[in-house]
């Protein structure tokens, strides 16, 4: 008996402190929300990519170059966009270059439609292959993660005045054949494309500002990413390839990268050692952030 009268004290102790503990605790702010679920999803993408994780069943990634390794990433991409309700689609090619190299790959993209009947289309972007024996957690899983995350949200705005498209481009490592086989068919198929924006060599960021570097083909553009950015916004002078390819279409294009010019970028990049356990995630989610607010004023204009 005195045992069971201790054991409902203790019982009412244990609850009276967990209540107490539970009232001082400081509440979860908005801001906490959203970067704890950006890190969430974005953790997942990049753990399969990079085969911190199996990317289906038992099967692990050790680098995105091979056929058979770029195959399956593709895949991977089509079921992680059906499962947010897109309807993806590949963008085949089997190429042979001037020295006559033969290219065989797929882009993997999906269309985000306006909800008012807008022809003009915004392209979120990133390429998923990798140079051989490197993991590609900062390049370039990460870019896909935030065109990945940006899409999801874009898909539960209830109001879109644009098209929006998400797309993954393979073959970076081969002279960006996956890049230019996109734009051949955007201008092929007549697509009215607003503007490119694509992210790479993010995740790192040793001084902890949370800075980002961009290049931006119009001041317009450039100012909507300073007005919706809270952390510093370094301007980055050299084009990229990839801008470039957009760019001879006449299209405007955003790049975003980590602080290259600073140094303030990952070590390991292109190499083995570059991994899921290097990446800050903290950081990633903070740009994927900026990002989707970019993506949310476009999608009101």
């Given at each position: 008996m005195e045992y069971k009268t201790y054991k409902m004290k203790y019982y009412r102790t244990f609850l009276l402190l967990f209540f107490l503990v539970s009232q001082i605790a400081p509440a979860q702010t908005e801001e906490e929300r959203i970067e704890a679920e950006i890190i969430n999803i974005q953790?997942?993408?990049?753990?399969?990519?990079?085969g911190h994780?199996?990317?289906?069943?038992?099967?692990?990634?050790?680098?995105?170059?091979?056929?058979?390794?770029?195959?399956?990433t593709a895949e991977f991409l089509m079921n992680s966009?059906?499962?947010?309700?897109?309807?993806?689609?590949?963008?085949?090619?089997?190429?042979?270059?001037?020295?006559?190299n033969q290219y065989n790959g797929a882009n993997v993209f999906a269309v985000i439609p306006a909800t008012n009947g807008s022809d003009e289309y915004v392209i979120i972007c990133a390429h998923y292959d990798t140079v051989e024996n490197s993991p590609g957690a900062i390049h370039n899983a990460t870019g896909v993660a935030i065109a990945y995350y940006v899409a999801k949200k874009i898909v539960e705005l209830e109001e879109r005045n644009?098209?929006?498209?998400?797309?993954?481009?393979?073959?970076?490592?081969?002279?960006?054949?996956?890049?230019?086989?996109?734009?051949?068919?955007?201008?092929?198929?007549?697509?009215?494309?607003?503007?490119?924006?694509?992210?790479?060599?993010?995740?790192?960021?040793?001084?902890?500002?949370?800075?980002?570097?961009?290049?931006?083909?119009?001041?317009s553009l450039e100012s909507l990413y300073r007005i919706e950015s809270p952390v510093p916004v370094y301007k980055r002078t050299v084009a990229?390839?990839?801008?470039?390819?957009?760019?001879?279409?006449?299209?405007?294009?955003?790049?975003?990268?980590?602080e290259l010019r600073n140094?303030?970028?990952?070590?390991?990049?292109?190499?083995?050692?570059?991994?899921?356990?290097?990446?800050?995630?903290?950081?990633?989610?903070?740009?994927t952030n900026i990002v989707y607010s970019v993506m949310k004023a476009l999608a009101k204009e």
């Open positions: 953790r997942g993408v990049v753990a399969k990519l990079t994780e199996p990317i289906k069943g038992k099967k692990k990634l050790t680098s995105r170059a091979s056929p058979s390794e770029r195959k399956a966009l059906k499962e947010i309700g897109l309807k993806p689609e590949k963008n085949a090619y089997n190429v042979k270059d001037k020295k006559g644009k098209n929006f498209m998400v797309v993954f481009f393979d073959h970076w490592k081969s002279n960006m054949i996956g890049t230019r086989m996109f734009t051949k068919k955007l201008q092929t198929d007549g697509y009215n494309v607003h503007s490119m924006h694509r992210s790479d060599y993010m995740g790192w960021d040793n001084d902890e500002d949370r800075a980002i570097e961009m290049l931006a083909s119009n001041l990229t390839p990839e801008s470039r390819f957009f760019s001879n279409f006449g299209y405007d294009t955003v790049t975003l990268t980590a140094a303030d970028n990952s070590p390991f990049v292109k190499q083995s050692s570059d991994k899921y356990t290097t990446v800050n995630f903290k950081y990633l989610a903070s740009t």
